[in-house]
């Protein structure tokens, strides 16, 4: 049973873009559909965490409406950085998804219990996948990944009927 959703931001969360403005803003675009997965692992007792290797305004603000509980930016070596976590956090490797998308995350990839990916992930990544989305990065494929966990733990229903109230 999965306790902890780690997620990557750029190409998993979003698209991969980023705008900046004349003013030297940073704008990044989230999709709303991601919500329905993460307030659905919320209600079932999932925490999740956003583990990012740049820092943004955007995601500070977006992780806050989710209320996700753990918020990470500026993290270069999210392997190192998510091992001293799980030990600090007394989690085990095997409770935790992590969902990324490219290269930096691979290695933190490879020492969790299971692992997801958008449909436009690196083929590396792609490789060592539990779940592949059919949606890209920033369209959705969070919530894709979430929901698949969610029916492989047989909880799905609960989870929505929770969120929602049914389906």
């Known amino acids: 049973m999965i306790k902890l959703i780690v997620m990557d931001v750029d190409g998993t969360l979003t698209d991969g873009s980023i705008y900046y403005s004349e003013n030297n803003i940073e704008i990044k675009k989230f999709n709303v559909r991601?919500?329905?997965?993460?307030?659905?692992?919320?209600?079932?007792?999932?925490?999740?965490?956003?583990?990012?290797?740049?820092?943004?305004?955007?995601?500070?603000?977006?992780?806050?409406?989710?209320?996700?509980?753990?918020?990470?930016?500026?993290?270069?070596?999210?392997?190192?950085?998510?091992?001293?976590?799980?030990?600090?956090?007394?989690?085990?490797?095997?409770?935790?998804?992590?969902?990324?998308?490219?290269?930096?995350?691979?290695?933190?990839?490879?020492?969790?219990?299971?692992?997801?990916?958008p449909a436009d992930a690196a083929e590396e990544v792609k490789q060592i996948a539990d779940f592949i989305s059919v949606y890209n990065g920033g369209n959705g494929a969070v919530r894709d990944i979430l929901f698949a966990l969610l029916k492989s733990e047989g909880i799905y229903e609960n989870a929505v009927e929770n969120v929602y109230g049914g389906i």
């Open 34 to 117: 991601d919500a329905a997965g993460i307030l659905a692992c919320q209600m079932v007792g999932k925490k999740c965490m956003v583990l990012t290797g740049r820092e943004s305004y955007a995601v500070q603000r977006r992780a806050k409406d989710l209320n996700i509980e753990f918020i990470f930016q500026g993290i270069r070596n999210k392997q190192k950085f998510l091992k001293d976590f799980i030990k600090k956090n007394e989690y085990v490797e095997e409770e935790i998804l992590y969902i990324g998308d490219d290269l930096n995350d691979l290695s933190a990839m490879k020492i969790v219990g299971k692992t997801g990916c």
